[in-house]
């Protein structure tokens, strides 16, 4: 990664674990991973999907999407 890569990643990072509300899956923690060098980021688990899968369900069927 170069240095503006490390840079945007840790600013990510920053603003993740900064985001805190009910609408926003929650960041876990993050960690570089020794092996490959990757940067591992761990959310919480989205149980009903992602968004693009429950917009196209709400959409075929009609109907709105409740914002809580």
Do not use: T
Not at 29 to 39: K, N, Q, R
């Amino acid at each position: 990664m170069s240095d503006k890569d490390k840079f945007d990643a840790l600013n990510e990072v920053r603003l993740l674990y900064s985001v805190r509300s009910h609408n926003v899956i929650g960041f876990k923690e993050a960690f570089i991973d020794p092996d490959s060098g990757f940067l591992c980021i761990v959310m919480e688990l989205a149980d009903a999907g992602d968004l693009a899968k429950i917009l196209d369900k709400v959409q075929k069927n009609g109907g709105k999407m409740n914002e809580y």
